[in-house]
T-cell receptor
Framework: EAQVTQNPRYLITVTGKKLTVTCSQN?????MSWYRQDPGLGLRQIYY???????DKGDVPEGYKVSRKEKRNFPLILESPSPNQTSLYFC????????????FGPGTRLTVT | QKEVEQDPGPLSVPEGAIVSLNCTYS??????FMWYRQYSRKGPELLMY????GNKEDGRFTAQVDKSSKYISLFIRDSQPSDSATYLC????????????FGKGTLLTVNP
């Protein structure tokens, strides 16, 4: 089944404790991206990647890092999480090229206390 | 002015009704338009993907784009309780960053 997977689905952590949220897609997509979704603010892009080793900032990149060492994986790293990073996070992937559609993962609900 | 405006609802309709969901936008560079459905505690699911102006139909769903008015719509015919979800519009200007700009979503409830 074609899909985007994320792990963990739920995470509660404390301020300052480094964490990684994994994202993997099995559709051989060139493009991958991370979004956060907050009430009243909607979906906002954090980082995106056009291909292996090619990443760039989205609209809200502060406090996050990403890497793209393999085409299928695009982990999101919070090196020193803070309570304002409590949010619902989605990974998405898309074919790229002439196609702008994106397919989303199931989401990771992160709480930072 | 926000780039994409979407009435948050909530919208409540009886089963079998025709539902109309809409977004307006201000950026005339948008040329790719999408509708996503998001069930509670789930990821957005791509429903419709269109390029430029015109209509696209897929089963009970019809997407319309009017670039001259900067207005897009999603119609759901013969609505079902399983259609109850938040519907998000999304748009892209076709740039090299493939960024999607989302509306804030409309919460739809279809009552049996």
């Amino acid at each position: 089944e074609a899909q985007v997977t994320q792990n963990p689905r739920y995470l509660i952590t404390v301020t300052g404790k480094k964490l990684t949220v994994t994202c993997s897609q099995n559709m051989n997509h060139e493009y991958m991206s991370w979004y956060r979704q907050d009430p009243g603010l909607g979906l906002r892009q954090i980082y995106y990647s056009m291909n292996v080793e090619v990443t760039d900032k989205g609209d809200v990149p502060e406090g996050y890092k990403v890497s793209r060492k393999e085409k299928r994986n695009f982990p999101l790293i919070l090196e020193s999480p803070s309570p304002n990073q409590t949010s619902l996070y989605f990974c998405a992937s898309g074919p790229g090229g002439a196609s702008y559609e994106q397919y989303f993962g199931p989401g990771t609900r992160l709480t930072v206390t | 002015q926000k780039e994409v405006e979407q009435d948050p609802g909530p919208l409540s309709v009886p089963e079998g009704a025709i539902v109309s969901l809409n977004c307006t936008y201000s950026n005339s560079a948008f040329q790719y338009f999408m509708w996503y459905r998001q069930y509670s505690r789930k990821g957005p699911e791509l429903l419709m993907y269109t390029y430029s102006s015109g209509n696209k139909e897929d089963g009970r769903f019809t997407a319309q784009v009017d670039k001259s008015s900067k207005y897009i719509s999603l119609f759901i015919r013969d609505s079902q309780p399983s259609d109850s979800a938040t519907y998000l519009c999304a748009m892209s200007n076709g740039g090299s960053n493939y960024k999607l700009t989302f509306g804030k979503g409309t919460l739809l409830t279809v009552n049996p």
